[in-house]
């Protein structure tokens, strides 16, 4: 299986700040690579896919970038409305699609 | 809208059987495979079961395989999981999300429901 690696686990910022989270594949998976956002007690829901690719409805200040085997979502302008936890999940290589391990976004 | 709405979880002993059920509506159904994902308390995002559009094709993690059965039923636009021998590690929201592929599944999930909980305890 593909294992996605991201980073940080956690982070803490103030509002107004630019915010990146990363994401490392174990190996190529093309751009299929997706971004979740999940806020407390809520299922996720899904912000960009394949790579760089806003889903309707999803704020511009969110955008994704890649290089190489690394993934990175990046937050222009932390809103308070952003206070959630953050995943990757790629679905190059199926069975089974897999998530990274989260990043949680905090208020500093 | 797209809504997906999941029932069925509860509180049961290990080694019992229990089945989710997820209503949708809002797209057409028939034409999308579906996926269960699952979520311990505290921890992170775990797919489960898949199942394409027709039901002619079924996917599992190595972690349910053999003990869960995913199935539709698209006459009544829902999707089931069936979990049998359940173990106190199955403890988990269970989601079920819709791909975002027409017909070939992408393998990714572009709406949730909001998830039932699921916990195995004696």
């Known amino acids: 299986d593909i294992q996605m690696t991201q980073s940080p686990s956690s982070l803490s910022a103030s509002v107004g700040d630019r915010v990146t989270i990363t994401c490392q594949a174990s190996q190529d998976i093309n751009n299929f690579l997706n971004w979740y956002q999940q806020k407390p007690g809520k299922a996720p829901r899904l912000l960009i896919y394949d790579a760089f690719n806003l889903k309707t409805g999803v704020p511009p200040r969110f955008s994704g970038t890649k290089s190489g085997t690394e993934f990175t979502l990046t937050i222009s302008s932390l809103q308070p409305e952003d206070i959630a936890t953050y995943y990757c999940q790629q679905y190059d290589n199926l069975p089974p699609p897999t998530f990274g391990g989260g990043t949680k976004v905090e208020m500093k | 809208q797209v809504q997906l709405v999941e029932s069925g979880g509860g509180v049961v002993q290990p080694g019992r059987s229990l089945r989710l059920s997820c209503a949708a509506s809002g797209f057409t159904f028939g034409g999308f495979a579906m996926h269960w994902v699952r979520q311990a308390p505290g921890k992170g995002l775990e797919w489960a079961a898949f199942?394409?559009?027709?039901?002619?094709?079924?996917y599992y993690a190595d972690s349910v395989e053999g003990r869960f059965t995913i199935s539709r039923d698209n006459s009544k636009n829902t999707v089931y999981l069936q979990l049998n021998s359940l173990r106190p590690e199955d403890t988990a929201v269970y989601y079920c999300?819709?791909?975002?592929?027409?017909?070939?599944?992408?393998?990714?999930?572009?709406?949730w429901g909001q998830g039932t909980l699921v916990t195995v305890s004696s």
């Open positions: 199942i394409s559009y027709d039901g002619s094709n079924k």
């Open positions: 999300a819709k791909d975002a592929g027409y017909i070939y599944g992408r393998a990714y999930f572009d709406y």
